[in-house]
């Protein structure tokens, strides 16, 4: 059983915080492997730690978490192993809302909805009509969904925008394409981690994390921690993020940043 031990508390800075932090969970089926169980009982433990993270995300202060919960490329799988992944998804989205929503949190998702069983997109919907008047933390979904389908979805809306005459080429600009896809609205993740040891991107955001620092950890997915968790927060807290500037400019604006700077506290 994955450990829900006590965790130690960050003392970093909310300056230093990412808003927005991106996970692809990986590892389920090789932790359930290793543990001589099938595929699906990683998946069922995995579900188990999203709770734990969504909470320690929301006391951090962090604005936006998206969770890689089922990509594109998943419908390939055994269709077993496809029908179990949504029902802990429905099964998640029924037994956690009303605590989400006691906890102030937002819900969004991102990707094809469309191949969704019409139970499970109603739920998703209903769920994030239910959270729309929070204010806190918001739990991004990244479900039935592919970075290359989401860039095409949204090259193909602006080409209809064009062809309607509503706009006109000279218009199109990098803000103009964030705004036509799936995250439109949110900031670009700062931090993104994938667990299980594997160093790939996946078809994940490639368009929002060109500017976002990857923290890369061998635990799989259902041993993700929150102290795991606090270490990939302090990892980005070392950091310096230089967006194509040289260090010395990046101190001086940092210097200016820090007068700022508000009290530092435990989450
Ligand atoms: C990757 O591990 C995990 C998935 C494809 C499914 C993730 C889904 C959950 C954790 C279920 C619930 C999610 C939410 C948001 C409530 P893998 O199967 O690719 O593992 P492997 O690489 O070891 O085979």
Request: charged share 25%; proline share 4%; hydrophobic share 40%.
């Amino acid at each position: 059983m994955p450990s829900i031990g006590l965790s130690k508390p960050l003392n970093i800075s909310r300056e230093i915080m990412p808003r927005h932090v991106a996970i692809i969970m990986d590892g389920n089926g090789r932790w359930a492997k290793l543990r001589g169980r099938p595929r699906i009982f990683g998946h069922k433990y995995g579900a188990e730690r999203v709770r734990e993270i969504v909470e320690q995300a929301g006391q951090c202060g962090i604005e936006v978490l998206t969770l890689y919960a089922f990509s594109d490329e998943n419908w390939k799988r055994p269709i077993e192993e496809i029908g179990v992944i949504m029902h802990l998804l429905e099964h998640y989205l029924r037994k956690e809302r009303d605590e989400l929503n006691r906890k102030n949190v937002q819900f969004r998702v991102i990707g094809d909805l469309s191949k969704l069983s019409s139970s499970l997109r109603n739920l998703v919907l209903e769920t994030r009509t239910m959270l729309s008047g929070n204010s806190g933390l918001i739990l991004n979904v990244a479900l039935s969904y592919g970075a290359r389908a989401e860039m095409t979805r949204a090259v193909a809306a602006i080409a209809a925008q064009l062809a309607a005459g509503q706009l006109k080429p000279e218009q199109i600009d990098q803000e103009l394409v964030s705004s036509n896809l799936d995250t439109a609205g949110l900031p670009d993740p700062d931090l993104v981690i994938r667990t299980s040891g594997e160093q790939r991107i996946s078809n994940f955001l490639l368009w929002q994390a060109a500017y976002s620092e990857f923290y890369f950890t061998p635990i799989m997915w259902p041993d993700f921690t929150r102290d795991e968790f606090t270490k990939a927060l302090e990892s980005f807290a070392s950091r310096e993020r230089r967006f194509g500037l040289t260090s010395a400019q990046v101190e001086s604006s940092n210097q200016a940043a820090s007068m700022q700077k508000m009290e530092s506290r435990p989450c």
